[in-house]
């Protein structure tokens, strides 16, 4: 496990500790990476592959898998009452996050993301395999319940706008893209298609906190130290509500991971609609530029 003086350290696991627990019956392992075909080329020994798009996803609209939905995914994975799912994946977990979230938010306890994700398996070294995992079905059902407090909607985000203009609200939104993306001088990543079925600029009144920043360079999430200066220094303070967003949804996740499960804040939801919904909404507030 990991230290670093947070709020819930047993919400990740060191590379170190998971090569000596990879043979641990009571572990499953699953790579959610932003490329999907990374995981044929090779992953962790024994772990599975999540495609984003296609496993965490509703088959019709636009809406992530329902309870139904996670439980058979779990039992594909031969997911038992005694398992702890272990997610990463690649550019420092953004999608491990994203269905660190969804686990979450669909009532699924036992779930750990990787400190460091794929970037610092592979910067130490360690051992990869192409061998496809298919393990035997098992009969797990989900039994907590949901956790709608983790998520934002378009509406909410929408009766909120004018409160996150206010200096001193009790609720602050959070943009984690890159400052490019906050400015309305791109509508993706670089590395990404520029969907234009949006109009630029961000949510007015959000405050950009780029999501890479709560990371290390070898992809480990920064000491509770550090991440408490980062966000407090902008006003991100853990008294009140935050609702983070990003284009989908992914970067968001990274960044509710880090003030949840790390922080220790009470009160954080991701609008997974992100910018891909609401710079599409007719008559929306937009701002561009700082």
Known sequence: ?????????????????????LDDGTL??????????????????????????????????????DRAGVEHLLRAAG????TTVVLYGGNDNWFAAYAYWLLRLRGYGPVRL????????????????????????????LTGPEHPEVRALRDEVLAKAEVF?????????VDVRSPAEYRGEALAPPHLPQEQAQVPGHIPGAVNIPWSRAANEDGTFRSAEELR??????????????????RIGERSAHTWFALTELLGYPHVKNYDGSWTEYGSLVRAPVALGA
């Open 229 to 246: 200066a980062l966000y407090g220094g902008e006003g991100v303070e853990p008294e009140r509500e935050v609702i983070a967003y990003c």
């Open 79 to 82: 997911v038992e009452d005694d």
């Open 165 to 173: 203009a206010k200096p001193g609200a009790d609720a602050v939104l």
């Open 1 to 21: 496990m990991t230290g670093n003086g947070y709020a819930h350290p047993e919400a990740l696991v060191g590379t170190e500790w998971l090569a000596h627990h």
């Open 114 to 141: 990787l400190d460091g994700g794929r970037k610092k398996w592979e910067l130490e070294g360690r051992e990869l395999t192409e061998e496809v995992m298919d393990y035997q079905h098992s009969a797990y059902r």
């Open 28 to 65: 499953r392992v699953v790579e959610v990476d932003e490329d999907t075909a990374a995981y044929a080329r090779g992953h962790l020994p024994g772990a599975i592959g999540w495609d984003w798009t296609a496993d965490l996803h509703s088959p019709v609209g636009r809406d992530y898998a």
